[in-house]
């Protein structure tokens, strides 16, 4: 029997992507000089950091870089980590939720601050924020965090102001053309979790994408689409480490609470109309 998100299972899916001839490549470097067939290999360290510097391991001895966006809260911050996956070759960057934690704390102290308050407060923590990350390793990139729970979406700080006044080239959302790269995310703990996603999802290509028959449920439908020299030539590919274990009692909890919470976010995205 084969099961997903485990360690072998990974080493399987990026074994396959080498067989088929692409490159990974962090997002920092695909900005400066993409590659032709490729998979931005993006990796959101949301928990449970030790899950991605062994990630981080395993694709140095492969020979792979990817990208890896740490959130400034206690279960994704580690700057020992943070230190030792930058050593190995890999981007960090910085994966904010400023606007969604910034308004809940105003919430919270029952402060009565209008949109433009918060957007101005948010840009403060954000750079707060990226300049504490940046006293440990460079960073050139951010990534939005996607903070389901809040009816705040952190892009939006963006509409103010833009992340390039801080020395950042580059925003997955905003600086990738989606038209020409592929999207595959394991939020949910599948592949094609963007039902139950609030907000890591490209809903304008998504619909084209389901109407081409571009969606995989799990890593072995990804691994049967590259045998049948299905997928594009380029592609990024967000991994969340926590989700991936070997067969054992983590790897256990986390499918019983990804089964657990992913009708949870269903509703909560009916209930919003996200």
Same mark, same amino acid.
């Given at each position: 029997?084969?099961?997903d998100?485990?360690?072998?299972?990974?080493?399987?899916?990026?074994?396959?992507? /080498? /067989?088929?001839?692409?490159?990974f490549?962090?997002?920092?470097?695909?900005?400066?000089?993409?590659?032709?067939?490729?998979?931005?290999?993006?990796?959101?360290?949301?928990?449970l950091?030790?899950?991605?510097?062994?990630?981080?391991?395993?694709?140095?001895?492969?020979?792979?870089?990817?990208?890896?966006?740490?959130?400034s809260?206690?279960?994704?911050?580690?700057?020992? @980590?943070?230190? /030792?996956?930058?050593?190995?070759?890999?981007?960090?960057?910085?994966?904010?939720?400023?606007? #969604?934690?910034?308004?809940?704390? $105003?919430?919270?102290?029952?402060?009565?601050?209008?949109?433009?308050? @918060?957007?101005d407060? $948010?840009?403060?923590d954000?750079?707060?924020?990226?300049?504490?990350?940046?006293?440990?390793?460079?960073?050139?990139? @951010?990534?939005?965090?996607?903070?389901?729970? %809040?009816?705040?979406?952190?892009?939006?700080l963006?509409?103010?102001?833009?992340?390039s006044?801080?020395g950042?080239?580059?925003?997955?959302?905003?600086?990738i053309?989606?038209? *020409?790269?592929?999207?595959l995310?394991?939020?949910?703990?599948?592949?094609?979790?963007?039902?139950? %996603?609030?907000?890591?999802?490209?809903?304008?290509?998504?619909? @084209?994408?389901? #109407?081409n028959?571009?969606?995989? *449920? %799990?890593?072995?439908?990804?691994?049967?689409?590259?045998?049948?020299? /299905?997928?594009?030539?380029?592609?990024?590919?967000?991994?969340h480490?926590?989700r991936?274990?070997?067969?054992?009692?983590?790897?256990?909890?986390?499918?019983?609470?990804q089964?657990?919470?992913?009708?949870?976010?269903?509703?909560?995205?009916?209930?919003?109309?996200?």
């Amino acid at each position: 029997m084969q099961f997903d998100f485990t360690i072998d299972t990974y080493l399987k899916l990026l074994a396959k992507f /080498e /067989e088929k001839g692409y490159q990974f490549q962090p997002f920092c470097d695909y900005l400066k000089s993409p590659q032709q067939k490729v998979v931005i290999l993006r990796n959101d360290v949301d928990k449970l950091p030790e899950n991605s510097l062994r990630f981080a391991r395993i694709q140095s001895n492969l020979g792979i870089k990817g990208s890896y966006y740490f959130r400034s809260v206690r279960g994704s911050w580690d700057e020992r @980590i943070i230190k /030792e996956i930058s050593n190995l070759g890999h981007e960090i960057g910085y994966h904010y939720e400023n606007l #969604a934690v910034v308004a809940k704390v $105003a919430l919270s102290l029952h402060h009565e601050n209008n949109s433009s308050d @918060i957007l101005d407060l $948010a840009l403060l923590d954000f750079k707060n924020q990226l300049n504490r990350l940046r006293c440990i390793v460079p960073v050139e990139t @951010i990534c939005m965090h996607g903070s389901p729970t %809040s009816v705040y979406d952190s892009k939006d700080l963006w509409k103010k102001f833009h992340y390039s006044a801080f020395g950042i080239i580059g925003e997955p959302y905003f600086d990738i053309d989606f038209s *020409k790269v592929f999207y595959l995310t394991d939020t949910g703990r599948c592949w094609n979790g963007f039902n139950v %996603s609030v907000r890591d999802k490209v809903k304008k290509y998504q619909k @084209i994408w389901n #109407a081409n028959g571009m969606v995989y *449920k %799990s890593s072995f439908s990804i691994i049967k689409a590259l045998d049948n020299n /299905e997928l594009p030539n380029q592609i990024m590919m967000t991994f969340h480490p926590q989700r991936w274990n070997d067969l054992n009692y983590a790897w256990c909890k986390e499918l019983i609470f990804q089964t657990l919470k992913n009708p949870l976010k269903k509703g909560l995205i009916r209930f919003r109309k996200i």
